[in-house]
């Protein structure tokens, strides 16, 4: 019927239908709709023959309209022009013809469209091969498939996404797409309709609400009504919007220092600050405590709420300076007092801080520190500036995996430094610090190509045969810097940190020193060195026992009795306020993975640290570059 009606349509001006050799079509000039022409049955069936004659020359001449559509296509020409093979049977005057012609006609086109809609039904005069499916849209799609594809996307392309069309936009409010973003991206799996919150107390789900008169109280909601929260809105209006902050943070409390770590907590972002275990536990677990955090109380407005002090959460504000720091402020610090005055509150932080009274700490000296740190830190409860820290990258020619560890540090506590490792060095930074070697300040540095082979057990126990060892590698150490500024004053070319570190369990005395610019030296040439490299791992300190020298003092006396191996290292010490720091020769021992050990010998002291068993998420290093220089930012602030 399309091309029936198609035929019976006015002919174009100028225009005529061709037969073969190009004739006009028999029954088909002349004719027009209407009464104003030839009419009646007659002229109907003299109508239709034509139409059906000239249908069938015009499938002689080309087999299949679907066919020449999809041939046209391929050529690169117009359908009026016909197909390269079918040019290359005319001659040059036909070509010249054609191609003089219009590249579109209305009318055949309207008649290979038609002829293409029958043969792909099966009905109608056409016969010839089913054209090709046609090419599917991204639009065409039912929305159960635009769903899924969207919410494969990252969630920062979808409002770019939204702004193609309508649909796309309409789809985009499906709230499967953003929880399954907020779940990949962030680690969301709560359900909106249920309130099960991880961290958070039965006392932050409600709150008591004192009647006066009758001196009764009833409990009272305080947290969001989650049946009306879209997914869509906890994504760009808490996770999205706070993304920057998320990882791990170094407030700016002086020399002390600390440790923040932001997370996605289930539908809240909450900053929790790390806090060592009480001293001398090193072996514990972490301790930690809220100090803020981000929820949404109405639809898309995000609340933040200080949870320092014994009030609870209250409001307080959060200010991203630039892209690796930002500021909390609490808006209302008397919820930080308490009713007691500053001795009340001094009695809960030290039992908080430390586990004890202070009466049951009987060395004045430590009595002073506590107090000194109560007084200094209690003046950031109002605003605090925090500062991005990165965890090390880890090599697989690492003596151990680097990362976070909680060492003893005599008064001062517990205290948590981050080991990394730099070539043929490994580096003990602070993270959190006392009066005396502030946060940010390398306190031990070990020196790996100097390998320490302990006496037997007995001798373990002078002290001064474990310091001769010390001072004899010291000396060693001196004389190899000496050589290698000399030859760094020739020319000679320096190695990559990475690229010449020789592997932990391989002897490390034949490889270059290094001096404390980082200048290559020479090798020591020793045969000692050689004799202690070609030793066996049980005589290079792999389960060799292990015992303090007498006279070293160890705020744990629960150390390993076994370690496997030592080498020789340096501590930093200073006066109070960081006066007069310098690095004092010391002996660095390996126990296992988690657990490793310094003795400083001026101080004859004894450090133990382990490691921080936890996991960090969004605190890894973009590259080793940035790494590095963090750790000169830190180091800087302090100095």
């Not at 010249?96 to 590249?103: G, K, M, R, V």
């Not at 300040?441 to 002290?463: A, C, G, K, S, Y």
């Not at 060799?544 to 009795?561: A, C, I, K, T, W």
């Amino acid at each position: 019927m399309a091309t029936a009606r198609g035929l019976r349509g006015r002919r174009p001006a100028g225009r005529g239908w061709r037969g073969r050799g190009g004739a006009p079509a028999r029954g088909g000039a002349g004719l027009s709709r209407g009464r104003g022409g030839l009419c009646g049955g007659a002229v109907a069936r003299r109508w239709r023959g034509g139409a059906a004659l000239e249908r069938a020359q015009r499938r002689r001449q080309w087999p299949s309209l679907g066919g020449m559509a999809v041939c046209a296509r391929l050529c690169g020409v117009g359908p009026s022009r016909g197909c390269r093979r079918r040019q290359q049977r005319r001659g040059p005057a036909e070509t010249a013809a054609a191609d003089s012609e219009p590249d579109t006609d209305p009318e055949e086109e309207r008649i290979e469209a038609s002829a293409a809609v029958l043969a792909g039904v099966g009905g109608g005069l056409c016969a010839g091969p089913s054209p090709p499916p046609p090419r599917c849209s991204l639009l065409e799609l039912p929305p159960e498939l635009l769903v899924e594809i969207f919410a494969s996307l990252p969630g920062t392309d979808l409002p770019s996404l939204a702004q193609v069309c309508t649909k796309f936009r309409r789809i985009l409010h499906t709230d499967t797409i953003w929880r399954r973003r907020c779940r990949e991206e962030y680690g969301v799996c709560e359900n909106l309709r249920k309130l099960e919150i991880t961290g958070v107390s039965c006392r932050d789900v409600y709150a008591k609400r004192i009647n006066p008169r009758v001196k009764s109280g009833r409990f009272v909601k305080i947290l969001p009504d989650y049946e009306h929260m879209a997914y869509r809105d906890v994504y760009t209006c808490l996770l999205h919007r706070y993304r920057h902050i998320l990882g791990l943070w170094q407030p700016d409390i002086g020399p002390y220092g600390g440790l923040l770590n932001v997370v996605v907590d289930g539908l809240f972002i909450i900053g929790w600050m790390y806090l060592p275990p009480h001293d001398p536990h090193v072996d514990d677990p972490m301790r930690f405590k809220p100090l803020f955090r981000i929820h949404l109380m109405e639809r898309k407005a995000a609340t933040v709420e200080c949870m320092y002090g014994h009030k609870g959460p209250h409001h307080g504000h959060i200010q991203i300076v630039k892209k690796d720091e930002f500021s909390t402020k609490c808006n209302q610090t008397d919820h930080h007092r308490m009713s007691g005055g500053r001795q009340e509150e001094f009695r809960t932080w030290l039992r908080e801080e430390w586990g004890r009274t202070l009466e049951d700490i009987f060395h004045e000296h430590m009595q002073e520190l506590i107090l000194m740190k109560f007084i200094y830190t209690s003046q950031y409860d109002n605003c605090l500036t925090y500062r991005r820290i990165y965890l090390p990258p880890s090599r697989p020619d690492d003596l151990i995996k680097p990362g976070l560890f909680k060492g003893t540090y005599g008064s001062h506590g517990l205290e948590i430094v981050m080991l990394s490792f730099h070539g043929r060095r490994a580096r003990g930074t602070k993270i959190t610090g006392d009066p005396n070697i502030p946060a940010g300040q390398q306190t031990v540095e070990i020196d790996l190509r100097h390998r320490i082979q302990l006496p037997d057990l007995e001798n373990q126990r002078n002290f001064n045969e474990l310091s001769r060892l010390v001072l004899e590698v010291r000396e060693r150490v001196r004389q190899e810097q000496q050589e290698g500024g000399h030859e760094a004053g020739e020319g000679r070319g320096q190695q990559g940190p990475r690229e010449s570190q020789p592997s932990p369990a391989q002897p490390r005395v034949e490889a270059p020193s290094r001096g404390p610019d980082g200048t290559p030296g020479e090798d020591s040439g020793k045969p000692g060195d050689a004799s202690a490299a070609a030793e066996p791992p049980a005589q290079c300190g792999q389960g060799q026992p292990f015992v303090l020298p007498v006279g070293v003092s160890s705020r744990n006396e629960d150390y390993p009795r076994t370690c496997r191996m030592c080498f020789y290292g340096t501590g930093l010490i200073a006066g109070h306020g960081f006066t007069s720091p310098e690095r004092t020769p010391g002996v660095f021992i390996l126990f296992d993975e988690d657990r490793f050990g310094f003795v400083w010998l001026e101080l004859k002291s004894f450090s133990l640290y382990s490691r921080v068993q936890a996991t960090f998420r969004n605190a890894d290093a973009p590259s080793p570059q940035a790494f590095d220089e963090m750790l000169k930012n830190i180091q800087s602030l302090t100095s």
